[in-house]
């Protein structure tokens, strides 16, 4: 809501035109948790009441589906201390698991081929899980984001290699190293972290 033009009508009205777009559709909320401010400015509160109201008018209800997108923690959080109306409208509630390495590794080894168009060994592949296990265990983990932007950084390195449509396994070490540098702020990356998951309601 902060970067939809409008802001000054106040959040209310900017959520319910947002809503008469997507009657008819499906309105796809994500970090819905920034829904709910702990520091209570009342803008957040607005909108938030806004909506609770109107998924039970005639003119929406039944009409359109909303799914409010987030990690874990924060969208309880949010269900649990924002209009309590919102929780008892929000049907169901569906976790999504975080990637482990073996799927990490298998979404890098198809992002490389069909969207990269880089040819991967059988050696390649092979080593893919051992760079993903480092990936998944570094604090803050974005699970497909992340996979995304390692994969940049692979094709990248192979880039600047003799051979640069085939992918080698120090093109990966250098790109896995330069990630996780990326995430933690420092080489060898950081402490493992409880990772959030993905929740949409």
Known sequence: FEDVPGLPRGLADVARDIFESARGA???????????????????????????????EDEFKGKM???FAGYSKPMRE????????????????????????????????????????????DEVKAALPTYTEKLVSTPNY?????????VKR????????????????EAVQVATDKMIEHMTGKKGGGKKKKKKKKQLA
């Open 65 to 67: 589906v909303v799914i």
């Open 26 to 56: 499906v309105l796809f909320v994500d970090e819905a948790y920034r829904l709910w401010d702990p520091h209570g400015r009342s803008y957040f509160q607005e909108a938030t009441d806004e909506i609770v109201s109107m998924l039970t």
């Open 78 to 121: 949010m269900l649990d201390n924002v209009n309590p109306g919102l929780k008892s409208r929000v049907s169901e509630i569906i976790d999504f698991p975080d990637f482990d390495a073996k799927s990490s590794a298998e979404l890098a080894e198809l992002m490389l081929q069909k969207r990269k168009r880089l040819q991967v060994s």
């Open 142 to 150: 974005a699970n497909g984001r992340d996979v995304d932007n390692w």
């Open 154 to 169: 692979i094709a990248s390195e192979c880039a600047r290699r003799d051979h640069p449509s085939v992918v080698d396994v």
